[in-house]
């Protein structure tokens, strides 16, 4: 165990010490080694006296060194238990000698060693040991000799056994352990909310320890420990009066100490005093006794009791008697706390004085002391008013501030004090400070303690009233409940009391030092007591004490440069005016960090008292005011404080940062108003009216006219009410009515600010209203009961949204301001923008208020009230109840005719098509219901069948649209035909702008939803809308004036009006007419195009058909450009449309080919480029209806189409009278009928048409005037002879073959045929009645078709016309191909043959690559089909062949290798003339005469002739003229040479040789032997003429061409046979099996042989050559 080994270690440490001078302790201590090697434990070693006894032996030698052993040793046998009770004496009075002892560390071990006596269980319990015990610890203290070390270690050993001794009273007497403390905590270091809080946590605390069981009884027996501490007490209140005692073995000690310990026994042993009644008559009797004489202070009192350290412990003890024992010792306390308040006033030391007030400070800041205070003086009528006395007392110290010297200094040490504890540390002076210094700190100190201790006193009324309100005797602030009724409770009773009693002393004290200081803490401070006490006042309901602080405070809150000190205090009511510290906004405003703490003060208050301000909110209304225009002004700054005065906490951003707080928490302040109780609202909103009307010009008496502090408190108040709404929208039926009437009152003020004011918040409130949940709850509600059955809650809230709404009907029927009622207007469009779909009982109103706005006269009105329909008409019709969609058609029809603004009525008109896309989406119902069996009730239409009464729309749908409201059928039906109604009237308004939109909506409308559309609902838009609007504007066009306009007035220059130019096209009446006449147009076209097979199947559309054809003839020859472009347009349209689904019908089609016809017929009236244009389009459209509808075509239907290009494309005869010089262009009519030739090629079907194509188009070829005039008098005969008995006539001047002969006489039989057939062939039973209306179509006795001419035959339009003719040829089948092959040849003949006069044209160029085409093609498709076609006629091929050798004979030799001037053509248009005579040459000697044709044989003589021909020009030619002979067409007759050697050339290639090849062959070989003779002759001949001379270049190239080619050449043996050769030549030739085949040769050997005597070295060569080959082939060789 480690004890008993310790003890052994000491045992051995005293053995050594004691080995040489004490040799007894010695021995006497090895003894005790080996005893307690037999001992175990400490209880064993106190039964043995042994080991004790040598500790005492070695105490008794009185060593120092032992003596220290010895007494460590008895420590530890004594905390270990190990001693026997019954040695307690023995130790005492070996401790009591130790004690005499000289040596401090013996001193202090005897002091450790009665210390622990105390503490262990030989705790003296006899009167004698406690009185030995406690007299070593007086002799210590009191000994002169003793170091302070040992007199301050007696001093605490005796303090902790006179606690050990209580503690054990406590115990005896089972009396509660519970301490309150001590009471001496260091009040310079804490805050004086902190001191409140601990002291009621402190009294709690002792209330719980000291009530727990119940109250305390008294008794009067003690126990043997309750005696012994009686006797304790009485002698220390004996020392400390003075006087001497006699069980404590003292002769005297220091009243101080004795008086400190009798404070600390007061102060933790309060349970004693209160139970034991010996205890309590001695603190009655003799300590109060003590501590009165102690503060008497009418004496000079001497010697200690003078000294301010025993002065302060009286005051002390005192301070507990008053804290601890008042309840019993009332008489006694209340003598205590007179003379404490008495003191206070006295001419005393400042020290003294500062004393008194620290024990009054105390009882300030502790709630219970106070409470009890209060209880038992103030409220007993018998009792003197101490606590009052006491505040009166404070506030006195605090008001000697205005009346000393050195205040300003007092002042900023007060601040430095209360820093210094917000710091929390101790406030000093510095070491060498003066003593004026000195002065200043001590007056200092003592008002730091009269504020605090005022401080304390309104804390603790605060903390009062909380537990006030936690009992439930007082409503809390927060609660829901109006706080009206009186409280009655008892603590609630006590802190009106107390407020009652102290509110104005305390008001002046605080508001005083809040006016002169400007330290942070103490600031701080003060305003966290106003704040406590404001709220208790408000809490405790009491009015006067609430507003006189907020008055007080809001005095601090708003401050101007050096206006500040201008009043001390202000204690006014609710009405008060402060208008003195409300400053205009103009003004300079300084915001001190006093002003901002003193804000947030206000704000915390307002917070917290939000629900029973009531009236007092004006004041702090007033202060907000001013705050806000603080905040807004520019002018307004923060000031920084001093370096002299410590800084308020602030934020580092500086004066934004802290004006940014404010203005939050002024936000905050309005926007907690969703907690307070409606009472309270209407009260805070009642103030805020009261402020705006205080401040309204006319109401306040202060202001003669509107400044900006009138404007900015209207204007906080408007702003602050709408806070409150907005933050009240769950409640907000009660408040509405209070915030509009005073809005109103504020809309009709003369001051346009004001107006303003009011109209942004009635935006900004209405539409926080309709954005409430209340309204989105409502509007899924109304939803749900779609039967319009509507709820209770539904009904009441669908009132008040008309009460919502309803300010706005009341701004702009009411107020005559203009502004006021475009506000009006801004905020329904705001509320439309944002919440319309939430509305649904105020639409009345609202359209009622828009329609009467369209008849406004100012601009801007009219434009705002549009621009909130248009928000209704765009988002919001699905939302809007369905009786009053047709009020909102209503009002869209009123914008739409309003004058005043163009822009508004073209934007209403687009509404109007917005609301059909709505309406439209409930067409589907209403079809089910329709089909389903139910009919509706309908006007029967115009020319309308009745056996037709259950109605089919186009397309069914079976599709609910969720989106779109339920509206019965005949509502959608009515709802349609009005609009449509509406925009037929504005389809004839007078400006062109709003009849065309009109027109346009009209048709984009029944084309977007047509297909929703019903039959009837279909006849009554054709026959009551679309026809009508059609004839309005048809007449309107025509009757409208073309009296030129001028455009606007701009101004005037040179004394000149200046007008704007308007453009040409629209500058009449009657152009402009003529465009809405176009847009009408094109609106049936679109109408038409989508739904043509549906309202086919109408009732008489026949007729509606034949009335638009009628228009459209009429459009095309009387109208203007534009209305002819698009009638044509029209009816393209809808045949293009539906032509290739097979929806159009015949007869439809060919109604529109006869307008077309009989337009062109009559010629408009108009001509020019208008004329072109309208013909280009009939052009285009006769080509795409071609190509769209081929099938349905006829031939008397494409014979038709065909005069109809025929009629367009004619000119008349002056104009063929123009030279060639004067085209330059293709005219735009012809260039349109090239563009859609390749589009008119006939269908399988219609084969024969080919003929009549291809025919009619080479008539249009240069050339074809001639003949068509030779055969003009044919014509007219058989023109007559085909005439048919209905009349009709043929144009003399045409020509027969063309188009126009033979179509009319076709046609008309068709027509008749058409015509009796009729009834059978249109829908619905009709009759071609129209044909009456229309005039006969076709070619009529009264057209104007005699001054045409047949084509347009310029080189121009021929250039652009062979190549479009040669591939139509290409395309035609074999047989229609060969039927017209001659005159196509023929027509590109012409076109060929124009080389000769014009040869730089493009023409003849065009024609002989077409020629060339068509020829190739021809060969090809002979070759691939292995012969002719067996459908092709024999006499047709041999016409076909005659007139291409004509051609090749008449262009060969006319026009190729001509000599032409040098200045006719460039060299490279010479060189590609060359190549194209290049390429038909070739054409013709390597396709045509080389591949197996069908080509006659004297066709085939006369081809090798022309060749032969164009070969002969060089050699034919004389010398001279040889040499002037251009390069070119030398090459041209080469060529045609060497084309004719090819043709009799033999490869010995069997597939190359045919029967065609042979027998050209043969006739090539005769025509160039004789051409190769007469050469070789001629050139001998021309050079035996010249002499010495030299031939030409030409005739030498000639010669030496010819001997090489016929050195190469070989002949077929055929080709051979028919040479004129002798007989044994022809044999010899046969036997002779090596010949070459160049029998030629033999018939030339005579001619060659001429040539050896040539002078031309070449020409002698080759012809030497030539011999050779004639001796191989006659087989003959050189002799050897």
């Known amino acids: 165990m480690a004890f008993m080994a310790v003890l052994e270690t000491d045992l051995r440490a005293l053995s050594a010490e004691a080995r040489r001078r004490y040799p007894t302790v010695k021995d006497g201590a090895e003894h005790a080694i080996l005893k307690l090697r037999s001992l175990s434990n400490p209880s064993e070693i106190a039964h043995n006296e042994d080991i004790l006894r040598i500790f005492l032996m070695a105490c008794e030698v009185k060593s120092v060194k032992l003596s220290v052993i010895g007494l460590s040793c008895l420590q530890k046998l004594i905390s270990h238990d190990a001693v026997a009770p019954s040695a307690l004496k023995e130790i005492l009075s070996t401790l009591k000698a130790h004690a ?29 040991n406690m009185a030995q015990a406690l007299g070593i610890c007086l002799r210590l203290l009191e000994n002169n000799r003793s170091s302070d070390s040992v007199r301050n270690t007696a001093a605490a050993t005796f303090r902790q056994a006179v606690a050990l001794i209580f503690d054990r009273v406590i115990c005896a007497e089972s009396l509660p352990a519970g301490k309150v403390g001590s009471g001496s905590q260091n009040f310079r270091i804490f805050s004086v909310t902190g001191d409140v809080s601990r002291s009621i946590n402190r009294s709690e605390s002792l209330e719980s320890d000291c009530v727990s069981g119940g109250p305390l009884l008294m008794r009067e027996s003690l126990t043997k420990a309750g005696k012994l501490g009686l006797r304790l007490l009485e002698d220390l209140t004996a020392l400390a009066a003075g006087g001497s005692v006699t069980w404590l073995r003292v002769n005297s000690l220091q009243q ?253 004290a605080l508001s005083l030092i809040l006016t002169r200081s400007q330290g942070e ?289 009341v701004l702009y029927f009411s107020n005559q301001n203009l502004d006021v009622r475009i506000g009006s207007l801004k905020i329904l469009q705001h509320v439309l923008e944002r919440h319309g779909e939430k509305l649904y009982s105020s639409w009345p109103s609202i359209l009622d208020m828009l329609r009467s706005v369209a008849n406004a006269v100012e601009k801007e009105i009219i434009s705002l009230g549009f621009q909130g329909l248009r928000v209704i008409m765009n988002d919001e019709l699905s939302t809007i109840p ?73 397309y069914t749908s079976n599709e609910a649209d969720d989106q779109v409201p339920v509206i019965d059928i005949i509502d959608h039906n009515k709802l349609l035909f009005s609009v449509f109604s509406l925009l037929q009237k504005l389809g004839a308004d007078e400006r062109p702008e709003v009849r065309n939109s009109a027109i346009r909506t009209l048709f984009q409308t029944l084309g977007s939803h047509g297909q929703k559309l019903s039959r009837s609902m279909w006849e009554d838009c054709l026959w009551n809308y679309v026809f009508p609007t059609l004839d309005c504007v048809s007449h309107m066009a025509a009757s409208s004036s073309t009296d030129e306009w001028q455009g606007k007035e701009l101004g005037m220059r040179g004394g000149k009006a200046v007008h704007m130019l308007i453009h040409h096209s629209r500058n009449t009446a009657q152009k402009q007419w003529d465009e809405t006449l176009v847009l009408v147009l094109g609106g049936i076209a679109r109408l038409l195009r989508s739904f043509f097979p549906f309202l086919r199947s109408l009732s008489n559309f026949w007729s509606g058909w034949e009335s638009l054809l009628v228009f459209v003839r009429n459009s095309i020859l009387n109208g203007s450009k534009e209305v002819a472009l698009a009638a044509v347009n029209c009816l393209q349209t809808i045949v293009l449309s539906h032509s290739p689904k097979g929806n159009l019908p015949i007869p439809y089609l060919k109604s529109v080919l006869d307008v077309y016809e009989l337009v062109l017929q009559r010629r408009p009236n108009y001509s020019g480029n208008a004329a072109s244009k309208v013909k280009q389009e009939i052009l285009h459209g006769l080509g795409e209806i071609y190509m769209q509808a081929q099938k349905m075509f006829d031939e008397g239907m494409y014979m038709q189409l065909l005069e109809i290009i025929h009629l367009a494309v004619g000119q008349p005869k002056y104009n063929s009278d123009n030279t060639e010089a004067e085209i330059v262009h293709v005219p735009p009519v012809q260039r349109t009928m090239l563009e859609i030739l390749p589009q008119l090629c006939p269908t399988e079907h219609l084969s024969s048409m080919w003929n009549l194509l291809l025919r009619e188009l080479l008539h249009y070829l240069p050339g074809s005037e001639a003949s068509l005039e030779e055969k003009e008098a044919e014509m007219e005969q058989a023109s007559s002879s085909k005439n048919h008995n209905q009349g009709v006539k043929v144009a003399p001047q045409l020509d027969v073959d063309s188009v126009a002969n033979k179509q009319n006489v076709a046609v008309s039989k068709i027509m008749l045929t058409e015509t009796h057939n009729m009834t059978s062939d249109f829908p619905n039973g009709v009759s071609a009645t ?28 021929g250039e652009k016309l062979v190549p479009v003719l040669v591939e139509i040829f290409l395309l035609a089948p074999s047989v229609e191909k060969y039927n017209i092959f001659p005159e196509m040849v023929q027509g590109l003949g012409r076109c060929m043959a124009t080389r000769r006069d014009t040869p730089d044209g493009a023409l003849w160029r065009l024609a002989v690559e077409g020629f060339n085409r068509i020829l190739v093609d021809d ?20 016409r076909l062949w005659k007139e291409v050798a004509d051609i090749y004979e008449i262009f060969l030799v006319g026009s190729c290798g001509r000599a032409l001037p040098s200045n006719v053509l460039s060299p490279a248009a010479l060189k590609a003339d060359e190549s194209v005579e290049m390429t038909i040459l070739n054409v013709l000697g390597d396709k045509i005469l080389k591949m197996e044709t069908d080509i006659p044989v004297d066709i085939l003589e006369r081809l090798v002739s022309t060749l032969d021909r164009c070969a002969s020009r060089t050699c034919c030619l004389p010398v001279e003229t040889v040499r002037l002979l ?16 090819s043709l009799c050339y033999y490869t010995c290639e069997v597939d190359q040789w045919n029967s065609t090849r042979s027998e050209v062959s043969k006739i090539a070989i005769m025509v160039l032997v004789s051409r190769c003779e007469y050469i070789l002759r001629r050139f001998l001949i021309d050079e035996n003429e010249l002499g ?81 080959l004639v001796s191989t082939e006659l087989g003959l060789q050189k002799v050897s």
């Open 1526 to 1541: 251009p390069s070119h067409s030398s090459s041209f007759s080469l060529a045609c040479l060497q084309k004719l050697f």
């Open 1330 to 1357: 129209s044909l009456k209306k229309t005039e006969t179509p076709f070619l009529s006795s009264g057209s104007p078709i005699k001054d045409v001419v047949a084509g347009f035959s310029s080189n121009l339009f």
């Open 256 to 508: 101080t100490f004795a008086l400190d310990i009798l404070e600390f026994i007061l102060s933790n042993y309060v349970a004693i005093f209160r139970t034991l009644v010996s205890y309590e008559q001695v603190l009655r009797h003799q300590i109060c006794s003590l501590l009165m004489t102690s503060l008497r202070t009418n004496a000079e009192i001497e010697g200690e009791a003078g000294e301010p350290s025993f002065r302060r412990l009286v005051m002390r003890s005192v301070a507990h008697v008053i804290r601890l024992y008042s309840s019993f010792l009332v008489t006694e306390c209340e003598v205590f706390l007179s003379m404490l308040i008495r003191v206070t006033s006295l001419d005393l030391p400042l020290w003294h004085r500062i004393l008194v007030l620290e024990v009054l400070r105390g009882f300030c800041v502790e709630a219970r002391t106070l409470r009890l205070l209060f209880q038992n003086f103030d409220m007993n009528p018998k009792n003197t008013n101490i606590v009052e006395g006491m505040v009166k007392a404070l506030a006195r110290v605090v008001s000697s501030i205005q009346v000393t010297d050195t205040s300003e200094e007092s002042l900023a040490a007060v601040a430095g004090m209360f820093n210094s504890k917000a710091k929390g540390i101790e406030w000093s002076l510095d070491n060498d400070a003066s003593n004026a210094a000195v002065v200043v700190a001590s007056e200092a100190h003592a008002i730091t303690l009269a504020v605090e201790g005022l401080l304390g006193v309104v804390f603790t009324v605060a903390a009062l009233t909380d537990e006030a309100v936690d009992v439930g005797e007082v409503e809390s602030p927060r609660d829901d409940s109006d706080q009206t009724t009186k409280c009655t409770g008892q603590m609630a009773v006590l802190c009106m009391s107390m407020v009652d009693s102290m509110w104005l002393t305390i008001l002046d």
């Open 521 to 809: 803490a103490i600031i701080l401070e003060i305003l966290k007591g106003y704040q406590a006490f404001t709220q208790a006042c408000g809490v405790l309901c009491a009015v006067e004490p609430l507003n006189s602080f907020l008055a007080s405070l809001c005095k601090f809150t708003i401050s101007v440069p050096n206006e500040a000190e201008k009043r001390s205090s202000v204690l006014l009511s609710p009405s008060s005016k402060r208008s003195e510290s409300l400053v205009d906004q103009r003004d300079s405003i300084v915001l001190t960090p006093k002003n901002v703490q003193a804000l947030r003060t206000l704000f915390n208050v307002a917070h917290r008292l939000h629900n029973v301000l009531g009236p007092s909110w004006v004041l702090v209304l007033e202060t907000l005011a001013a705050l806000d225009r603080a905040i807004h002004s520019p002018h307004a700054t923060i000031e920084e404080v001093s370096t002299s005065v410590p800084k308020l906490t602030r934020e580092s951003s500086g004066l934004y940062s802290d004006f940014n707080i404010l203005s939050s928490l002024n936000s905050q302040l309005f926007e907690s108003s969703a907690l307070m109780n409606i009472s309270a609202v209407k009260s805070l909103l009642s103030a805020l009216c009261q402020l705006s009307n205080q401040y309204m010009p006319g109401n306040s008496s202060g202001f003669g006219q509107t400044s900006s502090q009138q404007v900015g408190n209207i204007s906080f108040s408007v702003e602050r009410m709408i806070s409150i709404l907005v933050n009240n929208l769950h409640r907000v039926e009660p408040l509405w009515d209070q915030v509009v009437g005073h809005l109103l009152e504020l809309a009709e003020h003369n001051n346009q600010q004001f107006r303003n004011l009011a109209l942004d918040a009635f935006d900004q409130s209405i539409c926080a209203v309709l954005g409430s949940d209340k309204f989105q709850s409502s509007t899924l509600s109304r939803r749900r009961h779609e039967d319009n059955q509507m709820e209770s809650t539904d009904m009441e809230l669908g009132s008040f949204e008309c009460a919502v709404i309803s300010p706005l009907c």
């Open 882 to 954: 369905s009786h009053c969609i047709d009020v909102c058609i209503e009002v869209t029809g009123a914008y739409s005719s309003q004058k005043t603004e163009l822009n508004i009525s073209l934007t209403a008109v687009g509404l109007l098509w917005t609301t059909t896309d709505f309406i439209a989406k409930g067409l589907i119902h209403g079809h089910a219901e329709e089909i389903g069996g139910i009919p509706a009730t309908r006007s029967i239409p115009k020319q309308r069948r009745p056996e037709e009464i259950e109605e089919q729309s186009i």
């Open 1588 to 1668: 010495e001379r030299s031939l030409p270049a030409v005739r030498i190239e000639e010669i030496i061409f010819v001997l090489q080619e016929l050195a190469r050449l070989v002949i077929h043996p055929d080709t051979a046979s028919i040479l004129s050769l002798p007989s044994y030549l022809r044999d010899a030739l046969a036997k002779n099996e090596n010949h070459d085949g160049r029998a030629h040769l033999l018939v030339l050997f005579p001619s060659l042989c001429e040539l050896v005597i040539l002078r031309e070295a070449r020409v002698r060569e080759l012809v030497q050559v030539l011999l050779r």
């Open 1419 to 1438: 060969v090809n498709s002979t070759k691939i089909n292995c012969g002719r076609d067996s459908n092709v006629s024999r006499t047709a091929r041999i």
């Open 100 to 128: 005499e002892m000289v040596d401090e560390s013996v001193q202090l071990k005897t002091l450790q060693t009665i210390l622990i006596i105390f503490q262990s269980r030989l705790h003296p319990e006899s009167e004698d």
